[in-house]
């Protein structure tokens, strides 16, 4: 139990081009998704904490309208990077905790950008 | 200061050795303590949780806590090379909801 997958796994895109990344819950609801981002040999970074049906709380120094974030369902949280550049390549992850709790975050197995 | 430290690596053994692995904290509202195990370009995984101060086990793995000096233990017995990862510890706080801070990971390498 407690699966959460995104989509797609890896995407390259050109820059100034949108790309959106999707985060699902499989088999359980999830009331706040987390979004998180990962360059390499470093640790996690958080970016947002999205809640279902309410704007998403963004951490200090990343730009909201940059990183559009929309948790639509119980089941369901979109990251997209707008007008996306190089320095936006990256391993984005994101995670989920059961509605009603506990509030343990489950990983999904994350996405790697190229921007070219 | 980083609120959570943790060594980078990366650390290196032979199979079969016991493995320690460790994170040190400062602030002491820091109530709930886990590990979790990351593969290369994988998200990562929760391997064990714990509360408070004390030691838990599950199979090969045991984490500690120890409050009063603020500092947490994973021990990984009879170490396999399916075991090579980096392995994050992260914690995070009664007030602050479903909020995590990690530590930077360490980069294990279990040698056949």
């Known amino acids: 139990g407690a699966v959460v997958s995104q989509h797609p796994s890896w995407v390259i895109c050109k820059s100034g081009t949108s790309v959106k990344i999707e985060c699902r819950s499989l088999d359980f609801q999830a009331t706040t998704m987390f979004w998180y981002r990962q360059f390499p040999k470093q640790s996690l970074m958080l970016m947002a904490t999205?809640?279902?049906?309410?704007?998403?709380?963004?951490e200090q120094g990343v730009e909201k309208d940059k990183f559009l974030i929309n948790h639509a369902s119980l089941t369901l949280s979109t990251l997209t990077v707008t007008s996306a550049h190089p320095e936006d390549s990256s391993f984005y992850i994101c995670?989920?905790?059961?509605?009603?709790?506990?509030?343990?975050?489950?990983f999904g197995p994350g996405t790697r950008l190229t921007v070219t | 200061q980083k609120e959570v430290e943790q060594d980078p690596g990366p650390l290196s053994v032979p199979e079969g050795a016991i493995v320690s692995l460790n994170c040190t904290y400062s602030?002491?509202?820091?109530?709930?303590f886990m590990w979790y195990r990351q593969y290369s370009r994988k998200g990562p995984e929760l391997l064990m949780y714990t509360y408070s101060s004390g030691n838990k086990e599950d199979g090969r793995f045991t984490a500690q806590v120890d409050k009063s000096s603020k500092y947490i233990s994973l021990f990984i017995r009879d170490s396999q090379p399916s075991d090579s990862a980096t392995y994050l510890c992260?914690?995070?706080?009664?007030?602050?909801?479903?909020?995590?801070?990690f530590g930077e990971g360490t980069q294990l390498t279990v040698n056949p």
């Open positions: 995670s989920a905790i059961l509605a009603g709790g506990p509030y343990e975050q489950y």
């Open positions: 992260a914690m995070r706080k009664e007030t602050s909801g479903s909020r995590l801070t």
């Open positions: 602030n002491s509202a820091f109530q709930y």
């Open positions: 999205s809640n279902e049906g309410s704007k998403a709380t963004y």
